[in-house]
């Protein structure tokens, strides 16, 4: 079978590809536009005089971190503090003997002190919410922010832990056992959310 | 920014005993995870919960302060309980063993041990006896693999890279498991390591090390992109392998006089403590080319990825046992 | 010693007597403790009767060199237990080295001994005397009275005389009594506090190193002696390419040399010492390809004159301990024999019959016994063995107290069946052990 298109109820259209059960949810034009709307709204809602700072997660909250804060740069008229969390140190599954292994350890690298500033913090997807958990935990013991808001990409809504997002690029809900991954131009050659 | 990484490639060792059997991708892979945590001196809280609720033993069978420190300081960083265990000597054959004394404390419920002895090849034993994970802190005149990763860490921060440098290792070849960690680290990493001190320093069939070997520091030092001087361990040398401290600091002590002849970019290391005015001069330890306290600093960030390391290996072994 | 009045017929096997030139299939009767009749078809009733159709009968063995540890270390092995394990390995006589606790370096610690050896029952017990007095290397032990209470030889293994003007003094000393001196050669200003071979291993392991120089010094130093005293002189476990030469040197000259080699020099180099396994670490340490190729010439031009264990049994506590901490010493007397075969026959340096002969008469020529052959009228100490039976070292089975032996799970070949000893069966590999 060939890769095909079909039509979903949200009216969008997908790229199928059968052959490795793999789905695009979002496309880079997608992804992008999302992005751009998301900025508006983080702006919109800033109060003159908050001292913001993006800190994106390892790795793909990362590179969209520093999208948004290049985004945001142009719409505020200044430049944004940037940062990466690296939270592998703080998961909860560390020293579960079932849990996953986690990624190699890299190390957060967040140039500026976090303390007073209105932190916001990037993720590529919100899952079970045990990731941001995990990076809230790390903010806190760089310094002690004013606020940290969470803008992710794709929420698929699990939710575990109370967490919620401020911004939620785009809501999803897929079946137990599918897992959606995020590729970035800048990680993985091109911008597209699949799900397998 | 993201650096990339080769996902394919996973830390597997529950224990760090040496580096001879390391490959050049686990020493990097220590390296960077070492990198990892340089910012951590700098944070509010300076600690993270990757070890809690674990235990490290610090075995210390011969004296240290600052390995031991180390070891702690960074086993506490990352939120691990430690346990301070000394013992001068284990050499009666008759009463409890090592592996007796490591039996006991494992059945405390230990995760790691950080074991420094007098004997080579204890840390291996300790590994095939024990369950936990097993850290060398140095054995005998076998390895002492923090300390070399340490130095090279240091190398790697100031120049870049280790490949193609020239690195003279100076003073007791024979008695010092610092030389050898190093010369197996930087020889990995690509460096030319030259062997440097008198014949009677030197163990047997040193020629067939992957090194270069020199009588003369005077005639090499030139040529070195990185010189580290080792200590002298009176308690260690056997006989009297050099007639005397003024002779061995003649042929042999980095002098501010030497130091004319040396590269003005030379990385002076000193794996401590220094014997000032013996293996090297006060005035060379504190000056411009002296990277020493850079060395202690950075011993901290490579101790907490070992550390890390270790137990993540630990807990994978787990997940794969039964 | 006790002998059996039972008659033993030991039927078609492959009769080996090296000391007397035979190799010839036929039978063999034992009676009253005595070889009586061997070769071609006996017709004889007899007890007991043993078909040895494609094995080896021959005389049974004898070890120059083992470590009993009685008295002193009785938790590690003893007389009765060390003989029973040298039944099983084919050893009919066995020569005790005198490091025990005390040291037997006087005449009642001798029949002591002997004594220990007639009780337990198993094989023939002999024993060599110390040098010096508590093997101090100062003061000449009772050579004499040690020599007459049947001392088949001096030395003070484990350490080899340092003082070069009282090992002359011992030389001459014994010349007086027509014994034999021998030596563990070993400088100890050069070999210090070495624990494993010199080379490029102890180097990258960070051991000590014991440079083979010094155990070819003192084997040069004791040469030059015996030039003078002309004492019999019998270098203990040599393990070097350098002391093959002066052995080959001084017996050219024609002086009353001999010497020995042990399985683990003829088998193991000092890779083995790589993980640190404590099984390995013996005295003389094991030493490079060069040397087990220098040693195996030797042997093969009829430079050495037996082979002998060396058999150090250990505990498992102290074999634990650190390499760097931990004793000296392998416990292989039971599986000695085909250890042999591997390093010898299996690779064809020797033969069977030659094989046989480094395990009999000429050890047993090296302390003067009347022992090693089996002609008619010769006390009945015979082996049967099975050279082709091949089996799987395995230490747990092993009947001496003490388990420190590397070859642990080896393939072995060649097998003892049956040791016989004064006419009487004492060791058989079908029967549980009693």
Redesign the interface.
């Known amino acids: 079978m060939t890769a095909g298109e079909k039509e979903n109820p949200s009216g969008r259209t997908e790229k199928l590809i059968y052959e490795t059960g793999m789905e695009v949810i979002l496309n880079q034009q997608q992804i992008q536009g999302i992005l751009q709307t998301m900025a508006d709204r983080i702006a919109s809602d800033l109060d003159q005089g908050t001292v913001v700072a993006v800190v994106g997660i390892r790795s793909r909250g990362e590179v969209l971190a520093e999208r948004l804060a290049n985004m945001l740069e142009s719409r505020l008229g200044h430049a944004l503090p940037c940062g990466t969390l690296d939270i592998t140190l703080y998961r909860d599954d560390l020293n579960d003997p079932q849990g996953r292994m986690p990624p190699a350890f890299q190390g957060t690298e967040i140039p500026f002190d976090v303390s007073g500033k209105t932190i916001l913090l990037v993720d590529d997807v919100l899952d079970t919410g045990r990731s941001v958990r995990a990076a809230m935990d790390a903010l806190i013991d760089l310094g002690r922010p004013k606020a940290i808001r969470l803008a992710v990409l794709v929420d698929r809504g699990r939710h575990e832990y109370p967490i919620q997002a401020d911004y939620t690029g785009h809501k999803l809900q897929i079946p137990e056992g599918k897992t959606i991954a995020v590729h970035l131009a800048e990680t993985d050659n091109k911008d597209q959310v699949i799900v397998q | ?3 990339l ?1 080769d ?1 394919t490639f ?1 830390w597997w060792r529950k224990h760090l005993l040496g580096l ?1 059997d390391l490959s050049r991708q686990e020493i990097e ?1 220590i390296l ?2 070492a ?5 951590f001196s700098t ?3 300076k ?8 235990v490290v033993v610090n075995m210390f069978f011969e004296d240290s302060t600052r390995t031991r420190n180390s070891f702690t300081l960074a086993a506490n960083r ?1 939120s691990a309980d430690v346990i301070e265990f000394t013992k001068t000597s ?2 009666v ?1 008759k009463g409890e ?3 007796d004394t490591a039996r006991n404390l494992e059945a405390m419920g230990i995760d790691i041990v950080v074991i420094r ?6 840390p ?2 300790l590994s095939r ?1 024990i369950n936990a994970c097993i850290v060398n802190a140095g ?5 002492h693999p923090t300390q070399a990763l340490l130095d090279t860490y240091t190398i790697r921060q100031v120049k870049g890279s280790l490949e193609g440098l020239k690195v003279g290792i100076v003073g007791d070849i024979t008695h010092s ?1 610092v030389a ?1 960690s190093n010369i197996w680290a930087m020889t990995k990493l690509g460096a030319e390591v030259t062997l440097i001190g008198p014949p009677t320093l030197m ?4 020629n ?2 992957p090194v270069k070997v020199s009588y003369s520091l005077d005639s090499v030092i030139e040529n070195l992109d990185v010189i580290n001087m080792l200590r002298i361990q009176f308690e260690r040398l ?1 006989g009297n392998p050099f007639p005397s401290i003024r002779e061995y600091s003649h042929f042999f002590g980095l002098t501010v006089e030497r130091m004319r002849k040396a590269r003005p970019d030379m990385l002076v290391m000193h794996p401590g403590p220094i014997n000032r005015g013996l293996e090297i001069e006060s005035e060379v330890a504190d000056g411009p080319n002296s990277v020493i306290l850079r060395q202690v600093a950075n011993g901290l960030a490579v101790r907490m990825a070992v550390l ?1 390391l270790v ?2 290996a630990a ?2 072994e ?2 794969y046992r039964v | 010693m006790h002998t059996s009045g039972n008659k033993i017929l030991i039927r078609n096997g492959r009769i080996l007597d090296p000391g007397n030139g035979v190799d010839r299939v036929g039978d063999l009767m034992i009676s009253d403790g005595k070889i009586v009749k061997l070769g071609g078809t006996i017709a004889t009733e007899c007890e007991i009767t043993i078909d040895a159709t494609g094995k080896l009968v021959a005389p049974g063995l004898i070890d120059l060199h083992v470590h009993f540890r009685e008295p002193g270390d009785e938790e590690e092995e003893t007389i009765a237990s060390g003989s029973a394990a040298a039944l099983a390995g084919g050893f009919t006589s066995v020569v005790c080295m005198p490091n025990t606790k005390p040291a037997i370096d006087e005449a009642t610690r001798v029949e002591y001994i002997h004594r220990m050896g007639r009780q337990a029952r198993k094989s023939f017990i002999y024993t060599m005397g110390a040098m010096t007095k508590n093997r101090e290397g100062k003061e000449l032990a009772e050579m004499g009275l040690m020599t007459a209470a049947g001392a088949v030889g001096f030395t003070d293994d484990g350490e080899g005389v340092q003082d070069t003007a009282v090992m002359l003094r011992a030389l001459k000393y014994a010349s007086m009594f027509d014994t034999l001196i021998a030596q563990h050669c070993q400088d100890n200003s050069l070999v210090g506090k070495g624990v494993m071979n010199s080379g490029y291993n102890s180097t990258v392991l960070g051991l000590p190193g014991m440079d083979p120089l010094g155990e070819e010094l003192m084997l040069w130093r004791d040469v030059q002696l015996v030039k003078k005293s002309r004492t019999r002189y019998h270098a203990q476990h040599i393990s070097t390419v350098g002391a093959v030469k002066i052995i080959s040197e001084a017996k050219a000259e024609g002086l009353p040399v001999t010497c020995e080699v042990t399985p683990h020099h003829l088998l193991l180099t000092d890779n083995s010492c790589a993980d640190y396994d404590t099984n390995f670490k013996v005295n003389p340490p094991v030493r490079t390809s060069k040397d087990i190729q220098a040693l195996k010439q030797a042997i093969k031009d009829g430079l050495v004159d037996a082979l002998a264990t060396d058999h150090a049994p250990h505990l498992k506590s102290e074999k634990e301990l650190e390499f760097l901490t931990a004793p000296f010493g392998i416990a292989s007397l039971e599986c000695a024999l085909p250890l042999y075969v591997k390093a010898l026959v299996e690779p064809g340096v020797i033969g069977w019959p030659e094989l046989i002969g480094l395990l009999t008469y000429k050890p047993a020529r090296v302390i003067r016994i009347h022992k090693g052959t089996i002609a008619e009228g010769d006390r009945a100490d015979v082996v049967v063995i099975d050279p082709n039976k091949e089996y799987v070292i395995d230490v747990t089975k092993f009947v001496s107290k003490s388990h420190n032996c590397p070859y642990d799970g080896w393939l072995a070949k060649g097998k003892v069946e049956k040791t016989i000893i004064a006419g009487e069966l004492r060791y058989n590999s079908d029967e549980p052990r009693s």
């Open positions: 920014m993201a650096r990484h996902e996973r001879r892979t960077d995870t990198e990892g945590f340089e910012e944070r509010s809280v600690k993270a919960p990757a070890l809690r609720g674990k990352l284990s050499s054959s063993t090592l592996i002895h007098n004997a080579g090849g204890a291996k034993l006896n054995d005998g005149f076998n390895e498991r050898r163990p047997a069939k040193v067939e090390l056997g890390f137990n993540q807990m994978e787990q997940k």
